[in-house]
């Protein structure tokens, strides 16, 4: 008997809008959460040992990042928003991690949610939703486990590097989107190799029976970066018009950039996308012409032995009064006759070049 198929989503139907339920698999992850509260003059950094250390950074007059790792802490999560007053709809996207990239707009916030896009150690490609919320001073990150793309960012931070230390949250938040954002080149730089050495194996020849199987896993994980990468260019393209009193107009220059980025990834997407389909009909021109070979091989050895095998059926047959059976040297004559038919026909398909 068939197994049902399993779906990613786990929200049930007639749900309660607002209800908090984590539909990850990493459920026995421990809690991480890391603090960068900094000004012009000074960065500390801190590791939290729990969620009411944060609450005294809402209201400073530094810019605070919050980086809270652990989806499965629902607990956890929903005590952090009550106190930075989000709303339980947000809660709940935190926590589902098959939401779509997108941007909702709050009174005192923004809550943007997108795909952080890597490689794992065995090649596979990983899509790990990282949720954002933009306050006046302060961004909170939420990821479903330690490990990111913001290594860059916190050395900046640590060490004043660029304007970070000098501008307001709303350019932290640019700065982690850019991180992401400039990891995905890494990611389609990665898919350029495999299509690359695709196109090589099967003009070469050099391909496995497992070949076919592998183009279609690439061709999964290019719509899985299509599907992660394409929604991003709406969030962005909001944040860019939008008149919101979070988002300095001073900002809005560097979120152009990021959108600038997105359209050029979103392309490079659609090449390897086209280019993917080209792979599978090369390879099944590649096929076809192999099999051409053997038939034309096939076909010639064919075309040589009927006249030989007519020859062999005629003096073959049992009557009694054949001419032939009675001279002295028939049997050599009739394999002469067989060897000059057989090099000529061989003569005939070299000089047509189907040999």
């Known amino acids: 008997m068939k197994k049902p198929k399993k779906h990613k989503s786990k929200k049930l139907v007639g749900q309660i809008p607002g209800s908090a ?30 969620v009411e250390e944060s609450f005294g950074f809402k209201f400073s007059d530094t810019v605070t990042w919050l980086n809270i790792n652990g989806l499965n802490h629902v607990a956890e999560i929903e005590k952090l928003g009550k106190h930075y007053e989000l709303h339980p709809l947000v809660i709940e996207d935190i926590v589902n991690i098959s939401q779509r990239p997108k941007i909702d707009e709050y009174e005192n916030y923004l809550f943007v949610v997108l795909k952080m896009l890597y490689y794992d150690t065995d090649e596979k490609i990983v899509s790990e939703q990282v949720s954002f919320v933009l306050g006046n001073n302060y961004v909170l990150s939420f990821q479903e486990s330690e ?6 960012v916190r050395d900046r931070i640590r060490q004043g ?28 730089d990665t898919l350029s190799d495999k299509i690359e050495n695709f196109e090589t ?3 070469s020849g050099h391909v496995d029976d497992d070949i076919s199987q592998n183009i279609q896993n690439l061709k999964r994980e290019i ?35 990021v959108y600038d980025h997105l359209i050029q990834v979103s392309e490079n997407i659609d090449i390897y996308r086209e280019m993917i389909w080209s792979l599978m009909d090369m390879y099944m021109t590649t096929i076809s012409n192999k099999m ?44 002469g006759v067989m060897v000059v038919l057989f090099i000529s026909m061989l003569f005939y398909f070299k000089r047509k070049k189907w040999l």
Request: net charge neutral.
């Open 223 to 257: 719509l899985r970066v299509r599907k992660a990468i394409f929604p991003l260019r709406e969030v962005i393209n909001r944040i860019e018009k939008n008149d919101n009193k979070l988002i300095q107009p001073s900002t809005l220059t560097f979120y152009r950039d």
């Open 201 to 203: 194996a099967i003009f």
């Open 21 to 50: 339920i984590y539909t990850g698999e990493k459920s026995t992850l421990k809690l991480f959460i890391e603090s960068f509260d900094y000004n012009k003059q000074q960065c500390k950094e801190k590791e939290l040992r729990d």
């Open 147 to 152: 490990g990111d793309v913001f290594d860059a």
């Open 292 to 335: 051409n070979e053997v038939m034309k091989v096939l076909t010639i050895m064919a075309s040589i032995f009927i006249p030989l095998t007519f020859i062999a059926g005629i003096y073959g047959m049992n009557f009694e009064y054949i001419p032939e059976l009675q001279y002295r040297y028939s049997y050599f004559i009739l394999w």
């Open 161 to 188: 590097k660029g304007r970070v230390r000098d501008m307001e949250s709303d350019y932290l938040l640019y700065v982690l989107i850019d991180a992401i954002v400039d990891h995905y080149y890494s990611v389609i």
